[in-house]
T-cell receptor, first 114, second 112 residues
Framework: NAGVTQTPKFQVLKTGQSMTLQCAQD?????MYWYRQDPGMGLRLIYY???????DKGEVPNGYNVSRLNKREFSLRLESAAPSQTSVYFC?????????????FGPGTRLLVL | EDQVTQSPEALRLQEGESSSLNCSYT??????LFWYRQDPGKGPEFLFT???AGEEKEKERLKATLTKKESFLHITAPKPEDSATYLC?????????????FGKGTMLLVSP
């Protein structure tokens, strides 16, 4: 099993450009998440999808949109990139069993917005 | 609002020098406390979940403990390969769906 995979690994954008970050998991998990990680800020939740067909805002959703394409895939879109969106983006997935769940993370996408 | 504070921000140890990392939290209704390890340029790697005060879990040189206000990650006789950033996160809420709140992490460097 590959676990959680993310593409691309690294991307450079100019201000105003758009792009979509892709995430896929092969663990048959119901829930998926997008985080950003900035120096000194820790991991902050952008959006999540508790189950296929649902999405909800996290702590820092402004400037982002998401799509839960199917149970395996959850994409994050930046419509008009800004320098403040320079960050490392992580996707995660989890499955709730008997009220217990653990999130498993992908390797990350490093985004630089100039 | 759920809060998670990790200390120290950074810790430098000599190989074999045991120590502890702290994670203090303020939540309403703890469902679980999670420890992750993160190597530079990589995603967080799951280590432990603790669900109730008094619970302990061990993995190799690592031991995690939980009280009603904080968790400790004890590192016994660390080796250079234990160098990483250790992240703590809490899942809280008395009902319904809830997400994780992460601390800022402790960067551990173990020197040979």
């Amino acid at each position: 099993n590959a676990g959680v995979t993310q593409t691309p690994k690294f991307q450079v954008l100019k201000t105003g450009q758009s792009m979509t970050l892709q995430c896929a998991q092969d663990m048959n998990h119901n829930s998926m998440y997008w985080y950003r990680q900035d120096p000194g800020m820790g991991l902050r939740l952008i959006y999540y999808s508790a189950s296929e067909g649902t999405t909800d805002k996290g702590e820092v959703p402004n400037g982002y949109n998401v799509s839960r394409l199917n149970k395996r895939e959850f994409s994050l879109r930046l419509e008009s990139a800004a320098p403040s969106q320079t960050s490392v983006y992580f996707c995660a997935s989890s499955e709730r069993l008997l009220a217990k769940e653990t999130q498993y993370f992908g390797p990350g996408t490093r985004l630089l917005v100039l | 609002e759920d809060q998670v504070t990790q200390s120290p921000e950074a810790l430098r140890l000599q190989e074999g020098e045991s120590s502890s990392l702290n994670c203090s939290y303020t939540v309403s209704g703890l469902r679980g406390l999670f420890w992750y390890r993160q190597d530079p340029g990589k995603g967080p790697e799951f280590l432990f979940t603790l669900y109730s005060a008094g619970e302990e879990k061990e993995k190799e040189r690592l031991k995690a403990t939980l009280t009603k206000k904080e968790s400790f990650l004890h590192i016994t006789a660390p080796k250079p390969e234990d160098s990483a950033t250790y992240l703590c996160a809490v899942q809280a809420g008395n009902s319904g769906y809830s997400t994780l709140t992460f601390g800022k992490g402790t960067m551990l460097l173990v020197s040979p």
